[in-house]
């Protein structure tokens, strides 16, 4: 039973370019959750989808960023016109519900540089 | 509004002693707590979660963590620490009925041979 995956692992852009982070959940799970994870700090959360539906970007820049999670396929965090404070570790997480006593799965991330 | 404070960026302790990483939060209702474990280049990994019950809760490896309503508190110790403990360590808390996760900024944890 795969875990949360994440692709790639490692991804380089130049400022200006388009960055496309992917996951897929662990199977059976239809809520994914996207944190990304700055040096010197905590996860800081992000976006949280269900399947076609975008429930919270509170966490998420207005400008830049969008993320979907498709009928079908893996979850897509998407970053427009990357500037280097957009490098980071981003994390994707699944769960089975959104119950809150449930743990979430994670995925080993995704490390974004922008030169 | 919920939030996670976790006062020490570093913890050291030489392997066989007693390790606590130290964890409060904040909630409007009932919380419930979760500790995940970060190893180099790693995803997070799920220790141990606090819902209800017993206020001593066990986990992997053998972690354990006291829940603490009056303090509000919910750290992370383990009698025995070994060499391969040593990694970053989340607190995080969730409020009744929320489905967002807060972390804390972590904790390093070295233990010394």
């Known amino acids: 039973n795969a875990g949360v995956m994440q692709n790639p692992r490692h991804l380089v852009r130049r400022r200006g370019q388009e960055a496309r982070l992917r996951c897929s959940p662990m199977?059976?799970?239809?809520?994914v959750y996207w944190y990304r994870q700055l040096p010197e700090e905590g996860l800081k959360f992000m976006v949280y989808l269900q399947k076609e539906n975008i429930i919270d970007e509170s966490g998420m820049p207005k400008e830049r960023f969008s993320a979907e999670f498709p009928k079908e396929g893996p979850s897509i965090l998407r970053i427009q016109q990357v500037v280097r404070g957009d490098s980071a570790a981003y994390f994707c997480?699944?769960?089975?519900?959104?119950?809150?006593?449930?743990?979430?799965?994670f995925g080993s991330g995704t490390q974004l540089s922008v030169l | 509004a919920q939030s996670v404070a976790q006062p020490e960026d570093q913890v050291n302790v030489a392997e066989g002693n007693p390790l606590t990483v130290k964890c409060t939060y904040s909630v409007s209702g009932n919380p419930y707590l979760f500790w995940y474990v970060q190893y180099p280049n790693r995803g997070l990994q799920f220790l141990l979660k606090?819902?209800?019950?017993?206020?001593l809760v066990k986990g992997s490896y053998g972690f354990e963590a006291e829940f603490n309503k009056s303090q509000t508190s919910f750290h992370l110790k383990k009698p025995s620490a070994l060499v391969s403990d040593s990694a970053l360590y989340f607190c995080?808390?969730?409020?009744?009925?929320?489905?967002?996760?807060?972390f804390g900024a972590g904790t390093t944890v070295t233990v010394r041979a």
């Open positions: 997480a699944s769960s089975s519900s959104r119950n809150s006593n449930e743990k979430l799965f």
């Open positions: 995080a808390v969730r409020d009744m009925g929320d489905y967002k996760l807060s």
């Open positions: 199977k059976g799970h239809s809520h």
């Open positions: 606090y819902i209800t019950g017993d206020n």
